[in-house]
């Protein structure tokens, strides 16, 4: 298994379960789902996979490899928020990708920067959000990494970016590695989707499974199913 | 990892000691006042020399004020890579968060030397440009020669020198110190929690300090022929200290960005 969880929990200082006892296993090569409402964890969790919070209790692997420095050369992260440094070029931060991950394949990133009609010598302070976070799925998508932590990748930004943006994930991640994408808009992810998990307040995991075949035995969209899941449940753990 | 997280840290610090230049050129322009000032016709009028005066007091005030704001700027650094949202690209990054804060402390040091130096060059620049400055710089350098073959001089040097290394990392490893845990305690304002922090904890070790400098002098009174041998037992003393609170404040610090780091 590419990623394991086992009996991950999380809470936060002032008492807050944000994850209890989680388990899930994601082997290669497949892209999963991560769908909940707002505050039920994936957040949290992704920041746990890819090193920047602790668990709690419980066990994270990445490939055999505890997250941290080790598991960071194989992860390849988008957070849900701009986080380059402003004053940075769009060509320094090629560099800058060159330099830390031997996974980063500078002609792709060029060549998506050229698609997105993005001049490499201009500032990420002068890009409008929508670009921004453009600039930063094609870096995260220009590595050969062995796991993709996508945090919201399509929230912020129009609908007819958000194509683009699927295709990118889509036609860019290295066919052995796998894909977590987490996101509340369910109906524009699902087409890419191999499985999927329904996330609940507390980290409970409502739904899992194959996407097309939960589709299949449930006759209706993921996007249709979840609003059932989550029409009954409470607004706060 | 370190040379390439040491690279970048470096870089985006030490592009503000291209402002060196413009701080020799304040020191020549400050220097060439006080020349002026020699002129006859200047001395009739108290409101030129006033104005002069005045004029060189900011050009020096500029180039002190100038490793501290390089320092300054280094400290922002650290904040916005560690705990703005720049934090989610350090420390994803595969580079252990003891190299990133060894790179972060040891990067400010450089370029803190390096503007003292570039200070030094100013200040040089001032002496050899006034009235005298040659003959009195001449001078100096002569005394400070003929001081090495004092007995204990040249250990006092080495001492100085090491006191100044240890100081500076001390002195960061604080700043460090203050803003990681002003970032974790406070829920707003957290910059001005960190100062809170970096004055409290340096309020006390002025005290310690001061305890010491005590000492020193007491030292200095009670062995007047063999002052520098005294001075030089308070120096290693004060190494000693400097080298504990270093420690403290540097793993102090490691230990939170490892174990207590929640970005927002």
């Keep these: 298994m590419l990623l394991e969880l086992r009996q991950v929990c999380k809470q936060y200082n002032n008492g807050n379960v944000v994850i209890r006892d989680l388990n899930a296993d994601l082997p290669e090569g497949r892209i999963l789902g991560l769908l909940g409402p707002n505050g039920c964890g994936k957040t949290t969790l992704i920041k746990m996979i890819s090193g920047l919070l602790p668990v709690t209790s419980g066990s994270i692997r990445i490939d055999g490899r505890l997250p941290g420095p080790d598991s960071a ?42 698609d997105l009609k993005i001049d490499p010598k201009s500032r990420m302070k002068t890009l409008s959000k929508g670009n921004r976070e453009k600039v930063q799925l094609a870096l995260v998508m220009s ?8 945090d919201e990748p399509i929230a912020g930004v129009d609908p007819a970016s958000r194509d683009y943006i699927l295709e990118t994930i889509v036609g860019q991640y290295n066919r052995g590695a796998s894909v977590v994408i987490s996101t509340h808009l369910i109906r524009d992810v699902e087409t890419i989707l191999d499985e999927f998990v329904f996330m609940g307040y507390g980290g409970a995991v409502m739904a899992a499974g194959d996407v097309r075949e939960t589709r299949a035995r449930e006759g209706r969209s993921l996007d249709e199913l979840f609003r059932e899941v989550f029409s009954y449940v409470p607004q706060s753990f | 990892m370190f040379r390439k997280v040491f690279k970048y840290d470096f870089r985006a610090m030490g592009k503000f000691l291209l402002l060196a230049p413009a701080i020799w050129a304040l ?27 005045a004029t060189v007091f ?11 704001g390089i320092l300054i700027l280094c400290l922002r650094r650290y904040y916005k890579n560690f705990f703005s949202d720049e934090g989610y690209l350090t420390f994803t990054l595969p580079v252990s968060r003891e190299t990133l804060l060894w790179s972060k402390t040891v990067s400010t040091g450089a370029v803190c030397v ?5 200070e030094l060059i100013a200040g040089l620049i001032f002496i050899l440009t006034i009235p005298d400055g ?7 350098f002569r005394d400070l020669i003929s001081a090495f073959s004092e007995p204990g001089f040249t250990l006092f040097v080495v001492l100085l020198f090491f006191n100044f290394v240890v100081t500076l990392a001390d002195e960061i490893a604080t700043l460090h110190f203050s803003i990681t845990l002003g970032h974790m305690v406070a829920k707003k304002h957290k910059i001005l929690a960190a100062f809170g922090l970096w004055y409290a904890i340096n309020f006390g070790k002025r005290l310690v300090t001061q305890g ?26 004060f190494l000693l200290l400097r080298s504990g609170s270093f420690t403290g404040f540097y793993f102090g610090n490691r230990h939170l960005l490892k174990t207590r780091l929640a970005l927002g």
């Design chain 2, 27 to 53: 020191n020549l322009a400050a220097a060439g006042l006080i020349r002026l000032l020699d002129l006859p016709f200047m001395t009739e009028y108290i409101f030129p020399e006033l104005i002069a005066g």
């Design chain 2, 134 to 140: 040659t003959s009195f710089f001449v001078e100096l």
């Design chain 1, 73 to 114: 050369g194989i992860i390849s992260y988008l957070p849900e928020r701009p986080y380059f440094d402003p004053v940075m070029k769009a060509s320094e931060l090629l560099d800058y990708f060159s330099d830390f991950y031997p996974d980063f394949h500078r002609d792709t990133a060029e060549r998506l920067l050229s």
């Design chain 2, 58 to 68: 900011f050009c020096l005030a500029a180039v002190g004020f100038f490793p501290v």
């Design chain 2, 212 to 237: 010491f400098s005590l000492l020193f002098l007491f030292a200095i009174f009670s062995a007047p022929d063999g002052a520098l041998t005294a001075l030089n037992g308070v120096m290693i003393l």
């Design chain 1, 143 to 150: 590595r050969q990494a062995r796991l993709y932590l996508l």
């Design chain 2, 114 to 118: 390096l503007a003292g130096v570039a």
